[in-house]
């Protein structure tokens, strides 16, 4: 009777187990189908309806269309939810929270102190032997597969900013408008040329570096995996990736500031994923309540991090604003540590550490902004630069409002439509205006002058037109959240010949006797890649297309965060914030293309890997 009492407990707990897992399944899935399903409404409606809220002016038309708005987006979320749903509960389990090969067997085999202190020393020289080989073979792999490439675009893809950071080293007039960091760095390549008697000579060294420096960042990621025991099937397709993809076989080669950066963020994204870890790993495993203050992460490890975390908001103006952003962001992360006991002990244990790891934080993310502050002066005293134009800060504003004048010129009230010829004139906003390119409008507009009667213009107008604004902010913004968008593939034009599509291999035109001689040594690989990069030949293809597509990364960014929340493993969304926060900055630029959001296209792929591969202790919390 007793055993039959105990077994019908039993099947009651895991019953009540299973809807308490099914009812967070459900949550956190929603979390991001809903949200997708919004994107895929409002993308739809924007591309082939040219609003949001519908082509009807009267309020029963309005709220008919907000109506029909709910009931699509019901419909798709569904669908999309099921298909988070299969990530979240996916999954490969493993033995140990230790995650990382050997870990476990080092437990293990540890005897008395003294053997068990020299087996670990063993172990870990082995592990480490290990996984250097790994992080060169990836490393060497990859540049292998990007060699044919350098080989068709020889000497390299001189395109996007080169040859306006390239006139600054020549005239020896520099400008903070690009990282200054960067353009020296391009420069020095440039005049190695010159030294050399060749241009050609020099940017074909860049190219070299360059495809190094981005193998190296791809192959030590390739070796995270692999050190923390992703399958191998998750490695292979990630390498290929890596290797084959266009966006990263190409932009190796390109002389933009992304693709430097690009690495960086990934690098300095991983290095904060396993500092993390590996805090909470040891925090938890220590039973006087230990930190991060451990060997598992010393002051070598955070002090890589610093180094690279200075490096990248060197290369990149708006990378600052993004992680002045994500510090408050990430100390709220630290101080939420799930209390798993309820005695007083534990709950002043785990609140010691929570306090503990912010101010570490706040030290680490102190210095970094101090060191880039002190380098950012000393290089722009170097090189005597001017300040960049507060211009590209306003192509959203500016957009809006020459939106207002090209849909509703006959409904503005004169003396508002007056006070806009300030600053965008009617004589060329029809023509200028591009929704998805802000550069014809912002160019000609006028600022300088007053300034701050142009906030105020734009928030009185904003006021009087507010759903043209919302319509002018998403249509710019389309390609960095909706799947199926194209306008960023032709922003700049489309087509072999002029080298401008989904990504741009045009040769950018230099002085005379300074100019960058394209000679293909594979002009028929050239031709084929041209094709897909060009003439955007990679839209035919159904499903492929969609790795082409900006959004596809946010969207699975937003998943792995989805996927953290839902394992319960907070410390792996810190992974997230820093890229969340710049994505936020990309939606206030200009226009939307590839090389923008190509920081994410390296390094969401590679955290999406880590969070599936769980641990059997994760599993076991997720039920609780």
Not at 18 to 43: E, K, T
Not at 243 to 271: E, H, Q, R, Y
Not at 280 to 301: F, H, L, N, Q, Y
Request: charged content about 20%; hydrophobic content about 45%.
């Amino acid at each position: 009777m007793k055993n039959a009492k105990k077994k019908e407990s039993c099947s009651q707990n895991g019953i009540s187990i299973y809807l308490a897992a099914d009812r967070r399944l459900f949550c956190y899935a929603f979390l991001w189908g809903v949200p997708f399903a919004v994107s895929c409404v409002l993308g739809w409606r924007l591309v082939h309806e040219g609003t949001i809220f519908g082509s009807g002016g009267s309020a029963t038309a309005r709220i008919g269309s907000l109506l029909l708005f709910l009931l699509e987006t019901a419909v798709l979320s569904v669908p999309a939810a099921a298909l988070a749903a299969l990530v979240l509960r996916g999954g490969r389990k493993k033995r140990s929270i230790i995650g990382a090969r050997g870990g476990q067997e080092e437990r293990r085999q540890q005897g008395p102190r003294e053997d068990g202190r020299k087996m670990a020393e063993e172990i870990g020289k082995k592990r480490k032997t290990n996984i250097r080989q790994t992080w060169f073979f990836y490393s060497v792999l990859i540049f292998l597969f990007w060699l044919p490439i350098f080989l068709a675009y020889y000497p390299s893809v001189f395109a996007y900013d080169a040859e306006g950071q390239l006139y600054q080293v020549i005239a020896k007039d520099y400008s903070t408008h690009h990282p200054l960091l960067h353009t020296l760095f391009l420069g020095a390549f440039f005049r190695l040329g010159g030294a050399v008697g060749s241009y050609q000579t020099g940017m074909a060294g860049h190219s070299v570096v360059q495809m190094v420096l981005m193998a190296l960042a791809f192959g030590g990621a390739l070796s995270l995996l692999y050190e923390r025991g992703t399958p191998r099937w998750m490695r292979i397709l990630l390498l290929l990736f890596y290797g084959l993809f266009p966006a990263n076989s190409i932009l190796a080669l390109s002389t933009t500031k992304d693709v430097l950066f690009a690495a960086l963020v990934l690098v300095v994204t991983l290095k904060g994923y396993c500092i993390a870890c590996d805090c909470a790993r040891e925090s938890s495993a220590s039973d006087g309540g230990g930190s991060c203050e451990t060997p598992g992460v010393g002051i070598k490890d955070w002090a890589v991090f610093v180094f690279f975390a200075v490096l990248m908001l060197l290369f990149r103006n708006n990378a600052v604003y993004a992680f002045v952003v994500s510090v408050p962001i990430v100390w709220i992360v630290l101080g939420e540590r799930r209390q798993k006991e309820n005695s007083v002990r534990a709950k002043v244990r785990i609140g010691k550490n929570s306090g503990a790891a912010r101010r570490r934080y706040l030290r680490t993310a102190f210095t970094i902004l101090v060191l880039f502050g002190i380098s950012a002066f000393l290089l722009k005293a170097a090189t005597h630069a001017q300040s960049g134009s507060p211009r590209e800060m306003l192509s959203v504003p500016l957009q809006q409002m020459a939106r207002v004048r090209v849909e509703a010129e006959d409904q503005i009230d004169p003396a508002m439509r007056e006070e806009l010829d300030q600053y965008i004139s009617k004589e060329w906003v029809f023509a200028a205006y591009d929704p998805h390119l802000a550069d014809p409008v912002k160019n000609r507009a006028v600022i300088h002058d007053d300034p701050k009667g142009l906030i105020k213009t734009w928030v009185r107008l904003g006021l009087q037109y507010p759903t043209i604004y919302v319509d002018a902010f998403l249509d710019h913004s389309l390609g960095m959240w909706y799947l199926w968008d194209t306008s960023h593939a032709q922003v700049y034009g489309i087509g072999t010949q002029s080298g401008f599509g989904w990504l741009s291999t045009d040769n950018r035109t230099m002085p005379a006797g300074c100019e960058i001689v394209e000679k293909s040594l594979l002009p028929g690989l050239r031709a084929f890649m041209e094709r897909i990069v060009s003439d955007n030949a990679y839209q035919k293809l159904p499903f492929v297309r969609l790795l082409f597509a900006p959004a596809f990364y946010w969207w699975l960014l937003w998943l792995y965060l989805a996927a953290a929340l839902y394992q319960k493993r907070k410390q792996e969304t810190l992974a997230a914030v820093f890229l969340i926060t710049y994505y936020l900055t990309l939606l206030l630029s200009p226009t939307v293309i590839v090389r923008y959001l190509y920081p994410l296209m390296v390094t969401v792929p590679v955290i999406f890997s880590c969070i599936l591969t769980k641990d059997t202790e994760t599993i076991q919390e997720n039920i609780q």
